[in-house]
């Protein structure tokens, strides 16, 4: 395959097969929710119609492409290992469109909490130009690659960096994002602060976990924007998280506020656990402190909009590694 025949593929991918009208796509989903409590359908729906928009459509890939000369417009024999995270439908895509667009055979690792639908879009690919079952390979456990990209827990990127060291890679480790409010907010702003909160039940490193708040802040308009979401408390897994973190919060005697199954609290840990939103004040003294070892997005009036955050373009690269100048480098 040429370049162009990949990206052909890509397009046709989104098109025809990562769509609503898609029965095989239809049955994927629900195979999915079935295995993974936390894959709801609207949260799949949400990913696959990002993934269409933002990393599959024919101008936005070229554009893309255009930006790396070095891109060999042939097939490469280099192998490039996936390890791919599991934590939101479908993250793993992107490290898969990267590798197979650069030209490189991937072997992949599949999470086990996201192999539905990953299996779906290998084998969509696979039907859309048979020559990709020579450049997708799926192993449980990778071996004998050129170079790797593996996503994970702080404890596996450890491990990651023991045994795939010596190899070009990409190790990425935990990260989460934080929002910067200054009072002035809209309505409208804020129930986009709260897609970029609570979308995948907030466990994607997009998602933000911690708002940094001038002292004084007015909590109640944030407060009512988090209530669209506080029908996720009806989801089980959801609801344990929700009744343990708030068990701690009273047994601590900390003050927390409550949006309907969303608490926030005060912390100064950026990473918060599921159900839970954590704030800090600020003021002239106390400025935001901003760790690029943790934070991944800082969304706010001086950072990127609010609501983009799951709605990454095809350079917005996690970690700011710029993944195909990585893979384009492979020799």
């Known amino acids: 395959m040429n370049i162009q025949a990949r990206i052909n593929a890509f397009f046709t991918l989104g098109d025809k097969y990562l769509n609503t009208n898609n029965l095989s796509f239809s049955s994927a989903k629900e195979e999915a929710n079935a295995q993974n409590a936390w894959f709801l359908p609207e949260f799949i729906d949400q990913s696959a119609k990002q993934i269409i928009e933002q990393f599959l459509q024919r101008s936005d890939l070229n554009n893309w492409v255009n930006l790396y000369p070095s891109i060999s417009n042939t097939s490469t024999n280099i192998k490039v290992g996936i390890v791919m995270a ?21 072997f992949v690792k599949l999470s086990s909490k996201d192999k539905v639908l990953m299996q779906f879009v290998i084998d969509s690919l696979n039907e859309i130009n048979p020559s990709f079952k020579d450049r997708i390979v799926i192993q449980e456990q990778l071996k004998n690659c050129d170079a790797y990209i593996a996503t994970g827990s702080n404890s596996a990127g ?14 990425r480790k935990n990260k989460t994002s934080i929002a910067i409010l200054d009072g002035s907010e809209t309505m409208d702003e804020l129930n986009l602060l709260a897609d970029d909160m609570m979308l995948y039940f907030g466990m994607g490193c997009r998602n933000v976990t911690q708002v940094w708040v001038p002292t ?8 009512t924007a988090l209530k669209k979401y506080d029908y996720l408390v009806d989801q089980h897994k959801y609801k344990h998280n929700y009744d343990y973190q708030l ?85």
């Open 86 to 106: 599991g934590n939101i439908p479908m993250v793993g895509f992107h490290d898969l469109l990267s590798v197979l667009i650069a030209g490189h055979i991937a």
């Open 247 to 331: 068990a701690l919060l009273m047994m601590n005697r900390q003050y927390y506020m409550d949006a309907g199954g969303i608490l926030l609290s005060e912390n100064a840990s950026p990473f918060a656990a599921i159900s839970q939103i954590h704030y800090q004040f600020y003021d002239s003294i106390k400025h935001p402190e901003i760790d690029p070892q943790n934070i991944q997005c800082v969304v706010g009036k001086t950072g990127l909009p609010y609501g983009s955050l799951q709605k990454p373009s095809l350079s917005q690269y996690a970690d700011g590694v710029d993944t195909l100048e990585f893979l384009s480098s492979l020799s």
């Open 216 to 223: 004084g802040y007015d909590f109640l308009p944030l407060v």
């Open 158 to 171: 450890q491990y990651f960096e023991q045994y795939f060291g010596k190899y070009p890679n990409i190790i």
